[in-house]
């Protein structure tokens, strides 16, 4: 039965990856059998372990940090919005302040909110830059070659809707300062309507939002 317990551990941790065709009697098996079992198990433990993603082990691995008592709320309705001090940062709330101005001011707050939560997702995961600058400014330097569409594509980055930008702001603002994220189910990706990437094709879909369709990345 100890057996059996472990076994259903190992398949609940690995989300199913390693659930192994063993089937353990419940009358007391030779030691033979005991050992030849045990090993099957742990080779498939072991197997589960190579095969599981990095981001997925470190969700397992990451302790559970309550949310802040103090931590702001996404703030859906614009008159609410507007009604908010002006926003301000340094240099990571500059960066998330831009990067929602450019890819996501024509939606609705709600998918502003949900492209912060892309960017700020990808900050914690392994393999992404560890910052906000980072993950907006990661590509290869070339001409539509980089993550986000609008650092990459020739045109200069000019702000001239100066509403949009302090709305943007202060969704950058709330989402740094610790906002719950839980409308993309921890997405890493999004795409409009208007393109289909390939990886679209790969990756689960994880909702839609306004004209943003959002993925999570499996490794």
Not at 70 to 78: G, L, N, Q, S, W
Not at 125 to 137: E, F, H, L, T, W
Request: charged share 25%; proline share 6%.
């Amino acid at each position: 039965m100890k057996m059996f317990a472990v076994s259903a551990v190992i398949a609940v941790v690995f989300g199913g990856v390693a659930q192994a065709d063993i089937r353990l009697s419940t009358s007391n098996p030779s030691p033979e059998t005991v050992g030849i079992q045990l090993s099957s198990l742990m080779e498939t433990e072991r197997e589960a372990l190579f095969s599981t993603s990095a981001r997925r082990m470190q969700s397992i691995a990451r302790p559970y940090v309550a949310p802040r008592a103090d931590a702001p709320k996404p703030v859906f309705d614009r008159s609410d919005l507007d009604a908010m001090p002006k926003a301000s940062g340094g240099e990571q709330w500059q960066c998330l302040t831009e990067a929602l101005y450019f890819e996501a001011r024509g939606e609705k707050l709600k998918g502003q909110f949900a492209v912060a939560e892309v960017i700020l997702n990808r900050v914690d995961m392994p393999n992404y830059p560890d910052s906000v600058c980072g993950v907006i400014n990661q590509g290869t330097g070339k001409r539509h070659a980089c993550q986000f569409s609008y650092t990459c594509d020739g045109r200069p980055e000019r702000i001239n809707d100066r509403q949009s930008w302090e709305r943007v702001g202060k969704v950058a603002r709330i989402m740094l300062d610790g906002a719950p994220r839980t409308l993309t189910d921890e997405a890493s990706h999004y795409h409009t309507t208007a393109v289909n990437p390939r990886w679209a094709r790969v990756y689960p879909r994880t909702t839609r939002i306004g004209t943003h369709i959002f993925y999570r990345q499996q490794y």
